[in-house]
């Protein structure tokens, strides 16, 4: 995959930080000078996302396996699959007319003082936990069969 130009040179190396929206512009950018002014509709980016959630499931799956892939070559899949969400997601605003950095902040404002432990008293985190390794051995189970 050809690497987008960022202005800055230590982006490239994995320093400093981006804001989405400069990240949505240059992907929008990238897309269009790419694929022209038509470069994808709402639907073909959702798929797109779907695609990579895809993927990244796949990664997480055959990581917790221990199987077909080193844990260097699972992470690497992950962080693809994670940046390809991203792009997608920041072409996906773009034919919305959708900031996606808005939406990060908005959501992130509606979130963070959430506090889940006191909104839902009768599920303890200890018992989330159970019902995901209840399920693990169910799955294995399955599998077994």
Not at 5 to 24: A, R
Not at 70 to 96: H, R, W
Not at 101 to 123: G, L, S
Not at 131 to 145: A, G, H, P, Y
Request: hydrophobic share 30%; charged share 30%.
């Amino acid at each position: 995959m050809e690497q987008i130009p960022f202005p800055n040179k230590k982006y490239q190396k994995g320093e400093g930080t981006m804001k989405l929206k400069d990240i949505q512009k240059m992907a929008v950018g990238w897309n269009k000078k790419n694929f022209g002014d038509h470069f994808g509709s709402g639907y073909r980016n959702l798929l797109g996302i779907a695609e990579e959630v895809g993927e990244l499931c796949h990664a997480q799956l055959k990581g917790e396996q221990g199987i077909r892939h080193t844990p260097e070559e699972i992470l690497k899949m992950k962080k693809d699959a994670v940046g390809d969400i991203i792009i997608f997601l920041c072409n996906y605003c773009d034919s919305q007319n959708i900031s996606l950095d808005d939406c990060v902040n908005y959501a992130w404002d509606e979130i963070k003082n959430r506090d889940w432990k006191n909104h839902h008293p009768h599920q303890k985190v200890e018992d989330m936990q159970k019902i995901m390794d209840t399920n693990e051995k169910l799955v294995k189970e399955l599998k077994s069969k």
